[in-house]
């Protein structure tokens, strides 16, 4: 079976699961990106994966093989990249799943809407599937007609890693106060002020914590000012860019992860990172990734989208209830190490392709049904499933 995967350019993010491909179909398995990873990223630190795989095809130095792996593969994934490559193949009706993120994160667009009539729902009604990085994807595809009861959860797959996951909780247990960790762009949608407000709230309650931020943006200078406002030098830490490996020393260490991006946030791999890491993490609702691989009060805190109580008082319960933290952490770890990981999900999706009679044969996690439903209706149904 040849598979070939179509996006813009590779990252950490793809690459775990392009790897357990690659051990499963070696050569028959390839990954067409279709753009030279942008300048910006390579100055931030990340790698240039483009050259460094013989998996990996650069459509921009040999499109005509671009053009064939879209056309003779017997399945194709494609996520961000031109549909051209796969225009003959949808004419033909061979297998395809789209890889997409939700379209109206900032709202309903009737533009967007009629693009999606045009290009999805009649070009694409058989033989091709879509694969939802987002709990939110399968409604607002479902909104245009399109991928109607075609919709299945996936998500991205950074590496995770296997720890001796008392050692880890023992570890972070020893830490002289509790350590909050918030990691992101310092930009609107991810709201970072949220956490120094958190912060604010928790000094002003005696409560005793240290919190440091990851991340650079055009908040920073406010951020900073916030923080000499009120006082919270000894409190809160601005620790600017750090490169992923950091990160991830960082989250071994952390007790408590915030995560308090709104409706925009189309997946938000760290939620991934942290819960493999086996931090308490508090997240926001309107996340695509939450509704997938959360159940509130079991391997995380969900608070609803906007209320900064919510995220208040469920941070202060993670730092005064050291029982209830643990248990939390314990859980998120188990949640990625047996379910969502590029293993589990590289495995599933060839089953899923190698019998789609059983379409419905996952219950939950990567390959299971992603259901049509609606951003104002999430927050009772995550709610509704809080025991599983």
């Not at 248990?327 to 495995?347: E, L």
């Amino acid at each position: 079976m040849k598979i070939t995967f179509f996006s813009n350019f590779l990252n950490h993010h793809q690459l775990p699961f392009c790897m357990e491909m690659v051990g499963k179909l070696g050569s028959n398995f390839k990954f067409v990106v279709t753009e030279k990873i942008p300048e910006e990223r390579i100055k931030l630190g990340y790698d240039d994966m483009n050259n460094a795989y013989d998996f990996v095809v650069r459509s921009y130095e040999d499109e005509k093989e671009a053009f064939r792996l879209g056309l003779e593969s017997d399945v194709v994934i494609i996520g961000s990249a031109p549909s051209k490559y796969i225009k003959k193949r949808l004419k033909y009706k061979k297998l395809t799943f789209r890889y997409s993120e939700r379209i109206f994160k900032r709202g309903f667009n009737i533009r967007t809407w009629l693009s999606l009539i045009k290009n999805y729902t009649f070009k694409e009604r058989k033989n091709v599937y879509l694969l939802c990085s987002s709990a939110y994807a399968a409604h607002d595809y479902n909104c245009a007609f399109a991928f109607r009861n075609r919709t299945l959860k996936w998500g991205y797959f950074p590496k995770s890693y296997e720890y001796d996951i008392e050692k880890l909780i023992a570890k972070k247990e020893k830490n002289k106060v509790v350590e909050i960790l918030w990691v992101g762009r310092l930009v609107n949608y991810k709201h970072p002020e949220y956490a120094i407000e958190v912060a604010k709230r928790l000094k002003d309650d005696n409560i005793r914590f240290k919190m440091n931020i990851i991340g650079t943006g055009n908040l920073e200078n406010k951020l900073r000012e916030y923080i000499k406002d009120n006082e919270l030098e000894n409190e809160v830490y601005l620790l600017g860019a750090v490169n992923n490996k950091l990160v991830r020393s960082y989250m071994e260490s952390a007790n408590i992860y915030l995560f308090t991006s709104d409706y925009e946030e189309g997946w938000g791999a760290v939620l991934n990172e942290a819960m493999n890491s086996a931090c308490a993490v508090v997240a926001c609702h309107a996340i695509g990734a939450v509704p997938f691989m959360v159940r509130h009060n079991q391997n995380a805190l969900i608070y609803k989208n906007g209320s900064k109580e919510e995220l208040f008082s469920y941070t202060k319960e993670l730092i005064t209830n050291s029982k209830k933290r643990t248990k939390i952490a314990k859980k998120a770890y188990n949640t990625i190490n047996d379910d969502w990981n590029a293993s589990v999900a590289s495995n599933r999706l060839l089953e899923i392709i190698n019998d789609f009679k059983r379409l419905n044969k996952f219950k939950d996690g990567p390959c299971s049904i992603a259901k049509n439903i609606s951003q104002n209706k999430m927050y009772d149904w995550i709610m509704s499933n809080e025991n599983g």
